[in-house]
């Protein structure tokens, strides 16, 4: 599978700064997805991004697939608690009718209020 | 609640024994993947499986291994255990195989403790 490196490692910010998160690979990607698991909780996913350059928003987040397909970034605007938890993003492998996830080590993000 | 639901929550065992951990997948889900989450390595991929044939093995150790049921749920049986093993154990399921990804629904884990 294809291996993704995810920085920063933690990340600890005051309430109502921004956040981001960027997730790298050495090859072309053909998809990503993002992650986010609460402490305590279950990886839930936010989105897929497939396309050169795209971008998408979920309200106060932003995910962007860069040009290359070799990078992508997660950014929360004006963090709130509700924000915290660990951020991951995942690259899909598929072929020969198998599939699998390969995560990255994920972000860890405090948010002190 | 995704829909994924896992048995036990907790499991506390001892070195050299067996355990087994149970997975019900999203009604309608043909395809589960196990994990296993530990501090140091990760969220891992361990094994799939899509309508009962295993499809994709990812870092499983051969101490590990699984299932997938006619009525699709999953068992993902340890063996030999080791302290190292004790982790976080997800199961998730998502609709089927294709060509692109689909997302994927995780359980609430279990969590091995081995002592």
């Known amino acids: 599978g294809q291996q993704v490196m995810q920085i920063p490692q933690y990340q600890h910010v005051q309430e109502g700064e921004d956040f981001t998160t960027y997730c790298n690979s050495s090859?072309?990607?053909?998809?990503i997805q993002w992650y986010k698991q609460r402490p305590g909780g279950h990886p839930v996913f936010l989105i897929q991004l497939v396309k050169s350059g795209e971008v998408k928003k979920q309200k106060r987040l932003t995910f962007q697939f860069g040009e290359a397909k070799k990078n992508s970034s997660l950014h929360i605007t004006a963090t709130q608690t509700t924000d915290v938890g660990t951020y991951f993003c995942a690259v899909a492998y598929s072929g020969a009718g198998s599939y699998q996830l390969t995560f990255g080590k994920g972000t860890k993000l405090s948010v002190i209020p | 609640d995704s829909g994924v639901t896992q048995t036990p929550k907790h499991l506390i065992t001892a070195t050299g024994q067996r355990v087994t951990l149970r997975c019900s997948p999203r009604s309608g889900d043909l395809s589960v993947y196990w994990y296993q989450q530990s501090l140091d390595q990760g969220l891992q991929f361990l094994i799939q499986y899509y309508n009962g044939e295993e499809r994709a093995k990812g870092n499983i150790l051969e101490r590990f291994s699984a299932q997938q049921f006619p009525d699709l749920h999953s068992e993902l049986n340890l063996s030999s255990l080791e302290l190292g093993d004790s982790a976080l154990y997800f199961c998730?399921?998502?609709?089927?195989?294709?060509?692109?990804?689909?997302?994927?629904?995780f359980g609430p884990g279990t969590r091995l403790t081995v002592t």
């Open positions: 998730a399921s998502s609709p089927r195989i294709a060509a692109y990804s689909y997302e994927q629904y």
């Open positions: 090859t072309t990607l053909s998809n």
